[in-house]
Structure formats: structure tokens, C-alpha cells
């Protein structure tokens, strides 16, 4: 069971923790930040798993800035990929866990987490600039809980 915020108030609502997980879904995967824009974010407060939606067609949109408001008040942000939240969101809290994760040679391990769903889309219409937008906000759910 998944939980979507989209509007202030449900955002109010939900339980503060002193640090959480957070994954940016962008338009689309293959286009550079700057390039694309937020259509989700995933936020886990290491009990329960959350969607905010910013930019998506199955859902009403909650603004990016009182997103970025919610997530500064934590002590530590932790996340994939500090320079692509980056472009998105000033989190001067967070942690890179890919630098976490780094083995003996400075290598990265993989986080390959896509559905079918995702790679069906990405085959038919790679180029698509708002992909994202349009796979089930469920599917992202779980492609970010495998993270």
C-alpha cells in the first residue's frame, strides 16, 4: 500500500522523521536535468513510503517549493545522485549514498530497479519528453521502493 500526496494539506499531515529517502522522478529518464522537469518525487521516512506529485496526468500537482520546505526540516536527506536532486532541489541536509556505497575499486553498485512497465514504455517511446508522466505513478512507487 502506497500513499500520494498532492495537495498542502496532506503534506501538513504527514508524520515528520528525523531523516528520510527521497528519489526524484523527472520527466524522462534519458534527458539531462535541465533539460526535463519533476513529475515525482519519492519520499521514505524509513517506516512507510510516499509519493509527491508534481507533475503527472494521474494526479493533482503539489508545488515543488513547499516539497523542498518539507524536506529541509529533516536532519538528513539521503539520496541517489546528489547532482541531479541538485538541479531540483536545494537540500544543504543531504547524503549521497552512491559515495556510501562506492567498493574497493570506486566503483558504483548498480541500482537497475525498472518494471516491465517501464521498460515497455522506454522501448515504444524513448524520446518522449514527458515519459514519465504517463506510467502509473504505482509503477514508480515500485520501482522506487526497490531502491
Known amino acids: 500500500m502506497y500513499f500520494i500526496i498532492e495537495d498542502k494539506e496532506q503534506l501538513s499531515r504527514l508524520e515528520m522523521?528525523?531523516?528520510?529517502?527521497?528519489q526524484v522522478v523527472t520527466s524522462n529518464d534519458y534527458?539531462?536535468?535541465?533539460?526535463?522537469?519533476?513529475?515525482?518525487?519519492?519520499y521514505n521516512n524509513s517506516s512507510k513510503g510516499y509519493?509527491?506529485?508534481?507533475?503527472h496526468c494521474e494526479g493533482f500537482s503539489l508545488e515543488l517549493?513547499?516539497?523542498q520546505e518539507f524536506l529541509q526540516k529533516h536532519n538528513k536527506i539521503y539520496l541517489l545522485d546528489k547532482?541531479?536532486?541538485?538541479?531540483?532541489?536545494d537540500l544543504p541536509n543531504s547524503i549521497d549514498v552512491q559515495f556510501i556505497c562506492l567498493d574497493k575499486n570506486n566503483e558504483y553498485s548498480s541500482f537497475e530497479c525498472n518494471?516491465?512497465?517501464?521498460r515497455d514504455f522506454y522501448i515504444k517511446h524513448p524520446i518522449l519528453p514527458t515519459i514519465n508522466e504517463i506510467i502509473p505513478i504505482s509503477k514508480h512507487y515500485e520501482r522506487c521502493e526497490c531502491l
Do not use: E, M
Not at 534527458?31 to 519519492?42: D, E, F, W
Open 65 to 67: 517549493k513547499l516539497v
Open 115 to 118: 518494471t516491465p512497465v517501464h
Open 51 to 55: 509519493v509527491f506529485v508534481i507533475n
Open 83 to 89: 547532482k541531479l536532486h541538485s538541479y531540483f532541489l
Open 17 to 22: 522523521s528525523d531523516q528520510a529517502f527521497i
Open 31 to 42: 534527458y539531462h536535468p535541465k533539460l526535463a522537469r519533476v513529475s515525482l518525487i519519492y
